[in-house]
């Protein structure tokens, strides 16, 4: 293994118990302490990620989505800042006993949150993932690893060492948080491997990102980002409520994961449904592609081919098919959607059900907008992002998901018969 | 992809909306009439079964061991029907909702269990995991795909064919139970890369099967099993109890994974209870492998290497180290541990606090035996092993452990803004 993967890795690995035993106190101290480093190192950061900036100019092809995403100024560095403070407020996820009881043979067994213990980061080039993602792992007691991009890399290393000075300030374990400076493939494909020391590898980016991390990593993978999301207007539906819906879902922000990609509609009400709406979408500037029926409706809908239902277009583009029934909605939606956030838009109780119950996706609306899937819209607080699988953690990952459980048992010499 | 795993994999992944929407009363039904058809056929279950064990006898090398294992007799196949039916007794794990609540905009957010999908299961000989894997998954509303080892595989297809049986006369989609009757290691290989239609895969057997799966499996897997377990006997301990526990925790049951393969000793007290503890091990024919210290103490005492640490005997041989402290005790533990069950005998209250706070493992004991660690015995009921692993579940697994959780949000048309 890499040298620097491995001894990175073992340290995080030693650090972890001591962090695990940290109170809630000694966890939001050092936040506080990254939050104000931070703040008093506007200048530092900023010069780093300016090389950074410099060195992306450079390359081909260059676009400015590139060069907004990789950007940090005073008000993103103080935002970071304010959002550590804001996971100090958090309740501590570790230490919260779910259960504890007392066997026949007395002995007493409790059922009680941990963290999961070193929790590995793969991400792409937005440099605040950084402070975020360590920020949320501290809190929930881990040791953190993290492997930014080599577009990022100054700007990480900048703040990785403020990081740092921190954690010796408050006396935290060297090992707390790494970073990997080397930004080969190589040295990512080590850290997948590395299930000796990593409890947990998290990748934040797009999906060939997510797909190499899956396909190569034998540390257990939380699937987080991908969002092909549906909208079903049902026979009975409020058209005018759908109407609102559809346009919102997908053209208040298209970029983002919980946005609308396909909208299906009943064959029932696609006569009095899709030219409104079809016209509304338009005027937002969204280019549809349609199946067959769909393009009876607008000359504009070109022809949606398989890859269309499924693709995660990120954009002003959607999909739009029309359906002869909810059953046929829902087994579109199984067989395409990426379990992430689905809705039907219905006035008909029984199909509310149905859709709720045979809809396999993480979130799964009635009458509202996908673009709710949040940690925040939920009421959760911040999170780590929105796992798209079913193991461990689903939808908008808090704090509680960065934990895990463990037994403890309180005994008087019992033994076995 | 290989046709026959592809073909199944698709047919379940087709079943599992419509299992995920059974009621508890339909899947007992089902249970029982599996349960039932077992009991009407053990004649042809053991004709199957012999097949394979005549088989096995041609195999080298051949032990009573092995045979034991894919032995299937009338007390077997009842054993294997009165778990289904405790199954059926259990609470139905799906829809069960941890919290509702309403936000600001009205939306109403609902976090409800729902089954994993499509569980994978690839075991070694044991054709009674076919029936317990398959009733437990079934139970908390999973479709199953079945992948056994060719030693069992007559025993298996008359298991599956019954369970099968069961399955069409409670009008249940085929596909909600399969098994790969191709047992080429290539069959099992796709398996593992089956992501597209398996949520996750449990591997059941020895440490060389549950490596293979971790390194090349894409679909989330669970690792159970392994059991690298240590007893830590405190400088302040009551020595004859700790006496019993380790002599317990070692010879009552030396082949399952929650026995004690190391004992540590404080070196303050190893005076007087290594003698006799020695001498007591010694009794019930356990070899012993010991640091230089602990040979002090018997001349039997074989040295102990580095390999030593790290192996999980399964065997009436124990590895015993002196240490100065209990924090190179736990040190040791967090170093060699396989995330089992750790305990400590100890008389001191901080002790058992920090021992209890530190020591990384699913289940971890103050005063008594680490051999409690089971579903049973934690009063959870029936499990699917103990899993080893910091994600989704941890320690013995039961019904919840086969269910994730949902988002359901009820909405009256918000949009966001």
Chains 1, 2 share one sequence.
């Not at 940690?375 to 461990?392: D, P, R, V």
Request: aromatic content about 4%; hydrophobic content about 45%; charged content about 25%.
């Amino acid at each position: 293994m890499h040298a620097e993967v491995e001894g990175k890795c073992k340290l995080a690995k030693k650090a972890a118990p001591l962090l695990a035993a940290l109170t809630a106190a000694a966890k939001n101290e050092v936040l506080e302490a990254i939050a104000g480093a931070l703040e008093n190192s506007v200048q530092p950061i900023i010069e780093a990620n300016r090389i950074d900036l410099e060195n992306l100019q450079k390359k081909d092809p260059y676009t400015t989505a590139f060069h907004d995403r990789l950007l940090l100024n005073r008000e993103r560095i103080e935002a970071m800042a304010a959002g550590l403070r804001e996971i100090a407020l958090l309740d501590d996820p570790v230490g919260v006993v779910a259960g504890m009881w007392k066997r026949p043979n007395g002995l007493q067994i409790g059922l009680v949150s941990v963290p999961i213990g070193v929790v590995g980061i793969i991400y792409e080039a937005r440099p605040n993932v950084t402070v975020d993602a360590a920020g949320l792992a501290l809190k929930a007691g881990n040791a953190v690893v993290l492997r930014g991009s080599s577009e990022a890399i100054n700007s990480n290393r900048e703040l990785v060492r403020l990081i740092n000075e921190a954690v010796s300030t408050t006396n935290l374990p060297a090992g707390t948080v790494s970073l990997i400076t080397d930004t080969s493939r190589e040295a990512a494909a080590d850290l997948m491997k590395a299930d000796r020391y990593l409890d947990l590898l998290i990748p934040r980016g797009g999906p060939g990102l997510i797909r190499s991390v899956l396909d190569n990593s034998t540390v257990p993978v939380i699937q987080t980002g991908a969002g092909n999301c549906h909208i079903f207007v049902d026979r009975e539906a409020d058209l005018e409520m759908a109407k609102g819906i559809a346009v919102n879902a997908k053209v208040q922000r298209p970029g983002v994961c919980n946005a609308m990609e396909t909208l299906l509609v009943h064959e029932g009400i696609a006569d009095r449904f899709l030219p409104v709406t079809l016209e509304a979408l338009k005027e937002q500037g969204v280019q549809v592609r349609g199946c067959e029926k769909t393009a009876r409706y607008s000359p504009d809908v070109l022809p949606a081919e398989e890859s269309d239902w499924e693709t995660e277009y990120l954009d002003l583009i959607l999909a739009v098919k029309v359906v002869v029934s909810i059953d046929e909605a829902i087994d579109h939606i199984n067989r395409y959607n990426t379990g992430h956030s689905e809705a039907i838009i219905t006035n008909d109780y029984f199909n509310s059900r149905l859709f709720l119950e045979r809809v396999d996706a993480a979130a799964v609306y009635v009458n509202a907008s996908t673009r709710f899937t949040d940690g925040s819209e939920f009421g959760l607080g911040a999170e780590m992002g929105i796992s798209t699988q079913k193991l461990h953690a689903r939808g908008p990952m808090g704090l509680e998901a960065l934990t895990s459980k463990k037994y403890i048992i309180y005994g008087s010499g019992q033994i076995r018969n």
